[in-house]
């Protein structure tokens, strides 16, 4: 924009539409309101490229300024197209109410709002997880209907394709653990305790719940994503109308695989964990690794491990659940396929801490 004397020349150059937003007239407003004031305003479109309704809504505010404020407005310079769409939208005035105004909803409009919602989520949950009840006793009946390569496949990658994430993250925690119990124990020159401190630590609780919070990340959110994308290309809906339950043959096998091979993989992410922490007691605490492996089987038992092992199991549970309805829940764009996958790490990791939280309450009114 240039002023030079009584006139502003404003040039138009580029690309005008709506995926670059709404251009502000502040710049124009501004130099319509100063001393002295413009006598006319020009337009420059000779280096305008692509527009649409953008550049429309643009000159019939600028317009609007000019006529409040006696300013003569040249559209000489704008493109012919340009000139005929506005003088087609000034042609006719705004009818008085044809806006509706915003109104704020009141806080008990809100409320109703949103009790609405959250009923509608709970039925949708309750409804899925009638189904698969259903779907499991078919199961166990030998009545369910879904591919046997399906599930070897799915195996395949809840399991031995998440090894190395779980293996880095297994070992690390064990590192972890070990290395702030040396901190506090090497003090009161009680440095073997670390063995039982990492052992305890992993065997009982955060063997299972790493792993579990890894799978929500890994696997929970890709079965989202698959389901969700099925979803929106209508996959499912030709399952249903070719007469096959999107329930097992979908949900049952991703449902199943994480619920083999969580097991699995938390009395691996056990063993490394305990591995870490030993780096640290012979690295660090001079222990040697059959004194670290012998205390950490004095401290464990076979109740500590199957306790790790249940738990890591009901995990599977949940974030199989938590996957596949959010997939099935998603919308029909493609930005809902990503709402879906961020939505199932959420609730399978909330899951799994409401659930740990559970089982630790439990195990103790149980002496466990």
Not at 68 to 85: F, K, S, T, Y
Not at 239 to 264: C, K, W, Y
Not at 274 to 288: F, K, N, Q, R, T
Not at 331 to 358: F, H, K, L, Q, R
């Amino acid at each position: 924009m240039e002023c030079s004397g009584d006139a502003i020349l404003v040039r138009l150059s580029g690309v005008w539409r709506l995926q670059g937003g709404l251009p502000s007239d502040a710049t124009v407003r501004q130099e319509l309101e100063r001393s002295p004031r413009p006598a006319r305003i020009a337009f420059e479109a000779q280096t305008l490229t692509h527009w649409d309704s953008t550049l429309l809504t643009f000159l019939v505010a600028i317009s609007a300024l000019c006529r409040q404020r006696g300013i003569n407005m040249d559209r000489a310079g704008l493109p012919a197209g340009v000139r005929r769409l506005l003088e087609l939208a000034e042609a006719v005035s705004e009818r008085k109410g044809a806006r509706k105004e915003a109104e704020e909803a009141s806080l008990l409009e809100r409320i109703g709002t949103t009790t609405l919602g959250a009923t509608a989520s709970l039925a949708e949950i309750l409804a899925f997880l009638g189904g698969m009840t259903i779907t499991f006793i078919r199961l166990f009946g030998m009545k369910a209907r879904y591919r046997a390569s399906d599930l070897f496949l799915l195996i395949q990658r809840c399991g031995a394709e998440a090894l190395p994430i779980v293996t880095l993250i297994s070992f690390l925690v064990g590192v972890i653990l070990a290395f702030v119990g040396a901190v506090q124990l090497k003090q009161f020159g009680a440095q073997i305790y670390v063995a039982d401190l990492v052992g305890i630590a992993m065997v009982r609780e955060m063997g299972a719940m790493m792993t579990a919070i890894i799978m929500a990340g890994r696997t929970g959110a890709a079965f989202a994503a698959q389901l969700g994308t099925m979803k929106v290309t209508q996959e499912i809906d030709a399952f249903t109308t070719a007469g096959f339950s999107p329930l097992e043959f979908l949900v049952l096998p991703r449902a199943v695989a994480l619920i083999l091979m969580m097991p699995l993989l938390c009395l691996y992410s056990d063993f490394v964990g305990v591995l870490g922490g030993a780096a640290i007691g012979v690295g660090m605490l001079d222990l040697s690794w059959t004194t670290y492996f012998r205390e950490t089987t004095n401290a464990i038992n076979v109740t500590d491990i199957a306790g790790g092992v249940f738990k890591s199991s009901v995990y599977g549970v949940l974030i199989a659940l938590a996957g596949c309805l959010r997939g099935l829940q998603c919308g029909n764009s493609s930005s809902a396929v990503g709402d879906a996958a961020t939505s199932a790490v959420v609730t399978g990791i909330v899951a799994i801490i409401v659930a740990c939280g559970t089982f630790a309450v439990i195990f103790y009114v149980l002496g466990i």
